[in-house]
RNA sequence: GCCACGGUAGCUCAGCUGGCAGAGCGUUGCCUUGGUAAGGCAAAGGUCGCGGGUUCAAAUCCCGCCCGUGGCUCCA
């Protein structure tokens, strides 16, 4: 809404000819002396800032004196006017409102006017106010979830339920950590969280200024593991028999199943302004595949139905205070899975399956059972009903697991799983999840034609296999430097790094055959690189050293006339003791080949020459 | 959003009882041609976050703002 005030000696007006929008009135001139003129254009989405209005108008009003208010439709304020009829029922508001305390004329809507004003001319004659809708972005579910409460319990493999206060954690370390963050949601840690070095100090990914606070650039080395993770997390849905799609990244605001589907969702959204709608960017890709879902026509042969998508990006404004490094972002990337079931029975067979794959998904990642625990979140109701499915779940990873139940269902889900990972400053946040959801199906109207020709409600699941890429990077970067402060040394996983094997000649001598040797790797699939800086071999197995790189090996006189590398192998090394093995070209070859099986390849994505690789930081 | 801390060379940081802008690393050049965690010498490199104020004089003191990190909150 936009106001334009004016402190009147008076103001005069009188309707001339009616637009098609007029309202009804008496044609007669007007006069309002000593007062304040208010011309107001109404604009879209208004009706939530009337009082507000009011408030302001009342405000100056009271600040000049005057006890009589003209409220004047004046659309020439704005480009982004509200529709004839909301405007009149706004205005008309208004002026209800301002009777209350003023005296009040309003004049007339969609009439041409022809009008005098004699403005007082003192420094607070003449105000101009906007007054914007408040974009709430605190959802009802948001709102709700201050008021849930949980029960808390652990449920051991045996298939005991204990109440989390009288369960002896002894041996179970992670598992206290990760049970104290969750019910007392406090901790005291004052420092940069390692992961946050790491990914800046190993190129892999940093901070952009010049955007949006969780929105990262990644380099060279990052783009490359983000998007072998990408890939591989891609393939498992797909070989799990999923459907991969792609969906818009953003949604009418004012699309009435989504907005429905929003207030029930406890994320905060970016507004983007479009041309004649409001959008917001999707925080998940369950509007675009539920919104595909709705549209298709769905039979009980072809249920269990998998639908995946990879979301670069998914968009939640968090709070500015909740950003940090890879862990938590505005922008991230996550592998969204939804599986349409056709009854409870279906959907614990999936819930199982996919509980089984999670496991398996972050294993081949290199994040394995003991580097996360297990949370299960369920209503009471359908704890009750289910109770040995639920137990069977402890008995999978053969660890206890924590319960949080609720007497009601606040959100959409009855039952869901996630594997939170318990970081280096004892923070925990969730990788893979699955969820049952029991509303949806409902409210995008998806349904299923059974055996007898009946149209049914589904369930609906929803999966995250692995969780947000950047979040599984911020797992292997926080397990990497755990592992470094046990005297291990830290790395990725060999899929994964961004060089396998750098090649170092003793001297200058060597580039030659060094760089052949190079080429021949290559060829097969391996990422090699060679150190051919002007710098001595102790500084050079440092700097290889300190990128993690599994496979080091130097090329000297010995190794070019004997026909073979000398190899530091990182996985076997220690801070003091360097492992270092004779190997054939071959040898090491298909030792990768061997470790990387399985996994997607991409290659090196810098040059092979150190000397021409520029530094990102 | 609230509280605390921070922003100085590409990076990490010192200088901050006001008085010439500093170090290490990195970069560039030269020497060095080497056998497994930093070889030597030299040089280049600055809007001290931005704006205002105090002062003869501000990186330093004061005010405002911006950005970052941590805590709170939040984390489907």
């Given at each position: ?13 009188e ?21 304040l003129v208010?011309?107001i ?5 208004d ?16 600040k ?37 305390n ?29 007054i ?12 709700v979830e201050?008021e ?12 005991e ?10 041996g ?30 190993l ?20 783009r ?8 591989f ?50 925080f998940?890709a369950c ?20 639908i ?18 890879l ?41 394995n ?7 299960i979140?369920?209503?009471r109701?359908?704890y ?6 639920i137990?069977?779940l ?10 949080e139940m609720?007497d009601?269902?606040f ?17 925990a ?11 949806n ?28 890429i950047?979040r599984?990077m911020?797992?292997?970067l ?27 000649p ?34 050079k ?14 090329m ?17 090394s ?29 290659p090196?994505p ?12």
């Amino acid at each position: 809404m936009k106001i334009l005030l004016i402190h009147s000696d008076y103001i005069e007006y009188e309707p001339k000819e009616r637009t098609k929008f007029a309202e009804d009135c008496d044609v007669n001139r007007i006069r309002v002396d000593e007062c304040l003129v208010s011309f107001i254009s109404v604009e879209r989405g208004d009706s939530e800032v009337v009082d507000r209005a009011v408030e302001e108008i009342e405000d100056v009003a009271r600040k000049l004196n005057v006890d009589k208010i003209v409220v004047y439709p004046y659309a020439h304020l704005s480009s982004n006017l509200a529709d004839p009829d909301t405007a009149v029922l706004i205005l008309k508001e208004i002026e209800k409102k301002l009777k209350n305390n003023f005296y009040v004329q309003r004049a007339p809507f969609g009439w041409y006017k022809s009008f005098k004003i004699s403005c007082k001319g003192h420094p607070l004659s003449e105000l101009s106010r906007s007054i914007v809708v408040e974009e709430s972005d605190v959802t009802q579910a948001l709102k709700v979830e201050e008021e849930v409460v949980s029960y808390w319990f652990i449920l051991t493999p045996k298939g005991e339920l204990v109440d989390v206060d009288s369960f002896d954690f002894t041996g179970y370390e992670k598992l206290v950590k990760f049970v104290r963050y969750e019910m007392e949601k406090r901790r005291a840690v004052d420092r940069v969280p390692p992961h946050v070095e790491l990914m800046r100090r190993l190129e892999i990914a940093d901070y952009e200024p010049a955007s949006d606070s969780g929105h990262l650039r990644y380099y060279p080395k990052g783009r490359l593991i983000k998007s072998l993770l990408e890939e591989f997390v891609t393939l498992k849905c797909l070989e799990y028999g999923a459907m991969e799609v792609e969906t818009p990244i953003m949604y009418d605001r004012n699309h009435s199943t989504l907005r429905r589907y929003l207030e029930r969702f406890p994320a905060r959204q970016y507004i983007i302004k479009g041309d004649k709608r409001d959008f917001f960017l999707r925080f998940a890709a369950c509007f675009g595949q539920f919104l595909i879902a709705h549209d298709s026509v769905i039979t009980y042969k072809n249920l269990p139905l998998k639908i995946y998508e990879l979301t670069r990006y998914s968009f939640r404004k968090e709070q500015r205070g909740e950003l940090v490094g890879l862990r938590r972002l505005r922008a991230f990337t996550m592998p969204d899975m939804h599986t349409i079931v056709r009854d409870i029975e279906q959907a614990k067979q999936e819930f199982l399956n996919q509980f089984k794959l999670a496991v398996e998904v972050l294993s081949e990642i290199g994040l394995n059972p003991d580097d996360y625990e297990v949370a299960i979140r369920v209503t009471r109701e359908f704890y009750k009903e289910h109770r040995d499915f639920i137990h069977s779940l402890a008995r999978i990873l053969d660890k206890p697991i924590l319960i949080e139940m609720w007497d009601q269902r606040f959100f959409y889900f009855v039952l869901k799983f996630e594997f939170n990972f318990v970081d280096a400053l004892d923070k925990a946040s969730a990788l893979s999840t699955v969820q049952i959801d029991v509303e949806n199906a409902e409210r995008y109207d998806i349904s299923y034609v059974d055996e007898k020709g009946e149209k049914k409600r589904p369930l609906i699941l929803h999966c995250s296999l692995s969780g947000a890429i950047e979040r599984c990077m911020y797992a292997l970067l926080e397990k990497a430097y755990m592992q470094a402060e046990k005297g291990i040394l830290p790395m990725f996983p060999v899929w994964l790094s961004p060089t396998q094997v750098r090649i170092i000649p003793v001297s200058e001598r060597y580039l030659d055959r060094v760089i052949e040797v190079a080429e021949d790797l290559k060829g097969r699939k391996i990422r090699v690189d060679v150190d051919d800086r002007d710098e001595t071999l102790g500084k050079k197995v440092r700097d290889a050293s300190r990128e993690w790189i599994p496979y080091i090996a130097v090329m000297g006189e010995e190794e070019v006339k004997g026909g073979f590398l000398t190899v530091t192998v990182r996985a076997e090394s220690t801070l003091k003791q360097q492992k270092k093995v004779r190997m054939s070209l071959d040898e090491l070859a298909e030792r990768i080949v061997k470790e990387c099986e399985g996994k997607p390849f991409k290659p090196l994505p810098l040059p092979m020459l150190l000397s021409q690789r520029p530094s990102f930081r």
